[in-house]
């Protein structure tokens, strides 16, 4: 049967989109081919608004099937963190019948080379992208995440987290030429002389094991890398989010049959609350790489007993903001009280523990004491929260019972700085909405520090007063090498401070976002300009994307003969 | 103090050949800067043969001070497989000095950036092979390589892998800029602009555990690698191969102080004799990356147990030669025995089974029995051993007990093609000089698949009669996959069987030599185009050198702010 998409069509299609991709890993300067805008899609192929809103709303009642072997059942069941129930079933597979099904076409794909991967890649990112406006509510649906949020997010800058994962793959894999003659000199005597045919080899199985929170984002790296390095993927989404990343295989298996590869390469195992197939699937001989994002408990557990994969983890940290000094008051507070406030803090990357000198802090409208400063940061939340219509579009939904827990007993750990208020969304009347709290925490007691050095995911940030910029420093130095970090931000105008920040988070692998006041946040990355996290410390044992984070899912093998 | 060594002498001098390295590694074209004819030396700085071994002579009864701190004891007691006891003393650490110590100049030498790192590894094996005449007695006396084989796979192949390792570390690095300037379009608004400044940060200290046959063929690469990425080195040579490493370590001590950095970013550690200090070290958390060459045992209990750390490993593998068919006969037969022979067979690389159809070989001479092949090919080896001035240059000498003991007891294994014969080695009458044994087996028989399945290290071979060349190809598989592979050999003039062949080295992801008959051996690779080993079978996890050998030994800190 001849493909419907040749190899040529879809290099003369996307090569130039690779090529701007590889670019811009390398200049490390803006660049993405997925517009951010909801307005920008419509046209040539993409769903608008309306036809995406139009396409998710023709999902509840559905069985997603995706025609795979082994599927033994379907499982469904996801509840919208916004009240509504998704009503879409699953495959659940029969991994006995999936798995080996999944390498049967490998051999084929392995063949195909490096750059024939990365352009059918780029063709399943290219139909995702033209499918934002339906992704976006499906990640709305499921993370909870407001509807901008879910549609940037979840959308352009997923799909740009996966560009980038084919860009580095496809870098790494090229960085030895398929071919080399080699001559060597033998003085008088005839050169030695061989050829030499180098093929990058995938490791097997891939595994992409889902979060709640960013079905997407955190899935599309690891997916991409793997598949585009020549590896089946196997999917197995978070229980509460499985939507995203079905429609994803679904795509992605009509791209590969389409352009006349085995769909089996990428598959979906969904599964019910509790099963804990993750377990299962992660220690299988067959799966050779693992992507994760979630606990730490669970990713420590994978790097432990997942001794026949790559191992690639997200786990939890305990993010932490300096504040000394500004030049920029109003911008500081503004641009924290939008960090603490977006997807109600339940983001890996939102700052929790705000270090705070007891004595205060300098700004250009006069010193701040430790209170007056907590006060200020709390009114602008209030502001920036005020209207509900805002605080709905800032906050999305608290995505589940444990988050709201968390938030509520946050208010008994401290004297509160802020209190968490409830809003109602009109048009969701079951979200769970809630603005964030601060509770201000002494650094030196050690009641509070046990607050103070856990993960609190969610909308929870502390106001950690401490005796002096050395004890915050050193503090922030002692919570990234125990707790680990995704993030650290700092706000300074003194050299030396600001140094010793920086050689803190060098030292601890952290990465240092500085004096944000504008329209950039510490909570936020992009793609083929920030890494994700830096690997280097317990939060995280990869960073996206960079060359570690490709380079072992694919070996080189050589054959060698005699020229 | 001003440094003897300036960035800008070193960057001047060492920069075209880090060039030309860089080069190399991407067309993995033939290149060495470093010369393999002993004559080639004894201008510009270097020794020649007489005043390397004038060097080495003068170094028994010596103590070698290399000044590090946290030196509690000293310890030595090599004795050379040729039969003198070498009386070099060497630093036994107290590591809870020797470790902060080592520390304390980390951030100068982080601060120093890649290009700087990278020189002053140049400086350093520059310096190595000035004094290649000198290391290649020392590599002699503590493996038992022949000179004329410790000359060139200690001396120059050694310094290449090093360089090679340099080259790889310093392109992984520069991959991503030093600094980036982003400015991200926000229609009629202002664009949002950040400055954004990229540093590589080492892990902490690499650990380079040595072994006895080649160490410092296995130790550069880890070594360079983790100090040109910006780690601390502790190098824990074998108990009876310190010489080397701790000529290596004085060396780059040296170089490391001359060019204004702390010298104790490299030291050594020296042990004794079933001390078992590399456990130790290897768990500590000081202690971020680790280079192991030997056994499967320990470097199975490495990767399990220091889960601090990144840990490479080359354990042992069961190498094999499938011969089908050949239309050079005697050149496959004289291209085998000399793999056989060379140094023993005690290299990692080194075929041991040869599959062999029960029915025979074709060949331009006529059709082949089994056991006709395994007459021949005895006969080519007892003709190239024949001369014992040309077996003891050939075969060195056995490296110790153990595999004597092994050698002895192979014979008992199966019919003996080829006994294994003592040579008398007049320079060094105490030397334990053995030609190779080859025994035959029958690969349907349990018994002698024990045999051939277990790794034998040292000249011993089995040739194995197969029922079929689809037999051969699927106990290639298995071998692969169950116990891996340095090294896959295949002799065949069928393209269907040339193809069944390169599928199982794919699949199972180990590299393959085709056909040789030449001056090219399959337990040979040349640094800068072959790899050595392919990380993706059993036999080792690391492939010598890729990116993947060097990305994840550094990790890149991001400092953004606005611009």
């Given amino acids: 049967m001849a493909a419907e998409l040749t190899a040529h069509e879809l290099i003369e299609k996307h090569r130039p989109t690779l090529d701007q991709a590889l670019e811009a890993i390398r200049t490390r300067a803006y660049w993405s081919p997925h517009p951010e805008h909801p307005k920008a899609y419509g046209e040539n192929g993409s769903l608008d608004a309306a036809a995406g809103k139009a396409a998710f709303d023709a999902l509840p009642g559905s069985r997603l099937d995706l025609g795979q072997p082994g599927t033994d059942d379907w499982v469904g069941g996801e509840v919208s963190p916004y009240g509504i129930e998704l009503d879409v079933s699953y495959p659940h597979a029969d991994v006995d019948v999936l798995i080996p099904a999944m390498r049967a076409g490998q051999r084929a794909w392995r063949d195909a080379g490096p750059e024939v991967r990365a352009v059918v890649c780029l063709e399943i990112l290219k139909r995702i992208s033209d499918r934002t406006h339906e992704f976006a509510h499906a990640v709305m649906h499921t993370s909870g995440q407001a509807f901008m949020m879910a549609f940037q997010a979840g959308g352009p800058h997923a799909q740009d987290r996966g560009l980038e994962a084919v860009a580095y793959a496809y870098a790494e894999q090229v960085r030895t030429p398929g071919t080399a003659e080699w001559t060597k000199p033998q003085g008088k005597r005839d050169p030695l002389a061989l050829t030499k045919r180098f093929t990058s080899v995938p490791r097997g199985i891939g595994l992409v094991i889902g979060c709640n929170t960013f079905p997407t984002w955190n899935g599309y790296p690891g997916l991409f890398a793997s598949l585009a390095t020549g590896n089946a993927v196997l999917v197995k989404p978070h229980p509460r989010a499985v939507l995203p990343l079905a429609l ?19 598959a979906l195992t969904a599964e019910r ?67 603490l406030s977006l997807y109600s803090g339940q983001m890996c990357t939102t700052p929790q523990n705000l270090l705070v000198p007891r004595d205060g802090i300098t700004t250009d409208q006069g010193p701040k004491t430790f209170d007056e400063f907590t006060a200020d940061l709390a009114r602008a939340v209030d502001g920036l929260l005020g209207d509900d219509a805002r605080a709905n579009a800032l906050l999305g939904a608290i995505v589940n019972p444990d988050v709201k827990a968390r938030l509520e007993a946050a208010a008994g750990l401290g004297e509160v700085a802020l209190a968490s208020r409830e809003i109602t969304n009109p048009e969701f009347p079951d979200a769970v909405v809630r603005t964030p709290v601060i509770v201000k925490l002494d650094g030196a007691k050690p ?112 054959v060698r003969r005699e020229a």
């Fill in 447 to 558: 009641d509070d520090e046990a607050a103070y050095m856990s993960e609190c995911f969610g909308p929870v940030s502390f106001a950690v007063a401490v005796d002096s910029v050395t004890d915050a420093v050193e503090l922030l130095r002692r919570t990234v090498r125990e707790k680990g970090a995704m993030t650290v931000g700092a706000y300074t105008t003194d050299t030396e401070t600001e140094r010793a920040v920086e050689d803190v988070c060098l030292e601890e692998a952290a990465q240092l976002s500085l004096n944000l006041t504008g329209g950039v946040y510490v909570n936020q990355t992009a793609a083929f300009s920030d890494f994700h996290g830096s690997g280097g410390n317990p939060a995280a044992n990869a960073a996206l994307t960079d060359g570690a984070f490709v380079a072992n899912r694919f070996r080189t093998v050589e």
């Fill in 248 to 266: 994803t295989v679904q795509v992605a298996r009509d791209v590969l049959a389409a352009a006349g590869f085995d769909p089996n390469l990428v």
């Fill in 273 to 339: 609350p509790g099963e804990g197939v993750a377990k299962t699937l992660a220690t299988r001989p067959e799966i050779r790489i693992i992507d994760y994002t979630g606990s730490t408990s669970f990713g420590d557990w994978l790097e432990a007993n997942a001794r026949q994969a790559q191992v690639y983890t997200e786990k939890a940290g305990v993010n932490t903001v300096l504040v000394h000094s500004t030049d920029d008051y109003k911008g500081m507070l503004s641009n924290l009280a939008f960090s």
